[in-house]
């Protein structure tokens, strides 16, 4: 079954809202990854987590791993529609196993 | 520089008929990987391989078959698709394991009917 768990499944928010997704995984992993695919695109690699407390952030995403190696989250702070797309967290314990992603959508 | 290139980028398909995806790389990449999206089910682990010679099965690997002969190449197999097969099927690869970046190809959207 889905070992990695990611809500919310959509999101709608106004241009220069924030935005959160967060994803949980049954077990710990040894790393994450966070991707993001544009509609009728495929996924591209924003980046990846590895330690325990781990935070990164890339301009407007702030990126987190959880202390237990369980959980994740990517934050997005003043939305713009450039943003739009669905993104996906992927989890490592022994093979990759991706989230089933929160589709964003930005309201101009 | 090509990356990951698949094809092809949609097919349609007769219940029980067979085909082959392709899927190859030009990054010397180790490790090469199927995958299938379906709406609200994420991307799910079909196959993958860690080198030349070696495979083996992802999360959702029945109805499918892969081989790797070469770094490059990863081809997948249907032998008898089903309409459960409709879905989009991405290919990837990376340097390794370990947590290293994943390389997409652009997708076959694939229709069984």
């Known amino acids: 079954g889905q070992q990695v768990m990611q809500i919310p499944q959509y999101q709608h928010v106004q241009e220069g809202e924030d935005f959160t997704t967060y994803c949980n995984s049954s077990t710990t992993l040894s790393n994450i990854q966070w991707y993001k695919q544009r509609p009728g695109g495929h996924p591209v690699f924003l980046i990846q987590?590895?330690?325990?407390?781990e935070v990164k952030k890339q301009k407007r995403l702030t990126f987190q791993f959880g202390e237990a190696k369980k959980n994740s989250s990517l934050h997005i702070t003043a939305t713009q529609t450039t943003d739009v797309g669905t993104y996906f967290c992927a989890g490592e314990y022994r093979q990759f196993y991706f989230g089933t992603g929160t589709s964003l959508t930005v309201i101009p | 520089n090509a990356g990951v290139t698949q094809t092809p980028k949609f097919q349609v398909l007769k219940t029980g008929q067979s085909m082959t995806l392709q899927c190859a790389q030009d990054?010397?990449?180790?490790?090469m990987s199927w995958y299938r999206q379906d709406p609200g089910m994420g991307l799910r682990l079909i196959h993958y391989?860690?080198?030349?010679?070696?495979?083996d099965q992802g999360e959702v690997p029945n109805g499918y078959n892969v081989s790797r002969s070469t770094t490059e190449d990863f081809p997948l197999r249907l032998l008898s698709a089903a309409p459960s097969q409709t879905s989009v099927y991405f290919c990837?690869?990376?340097?390794?394991?370990?947590?290293?970046?994943?390389?997409f190809g652009q997708g076959t959207r694939l229709t069984v009917v």
């Open positions: 990054m010397n990449h180790e490790y």
């Open positions: 990837a690869s990376s340097i390794g394991t370990g947590g290293t970046e994943a390389f």
């Open positions: 987590l590895v330690k325990s407390g």
């Open positions: 391989s860690v080198g030349a010679g070696i495979t």
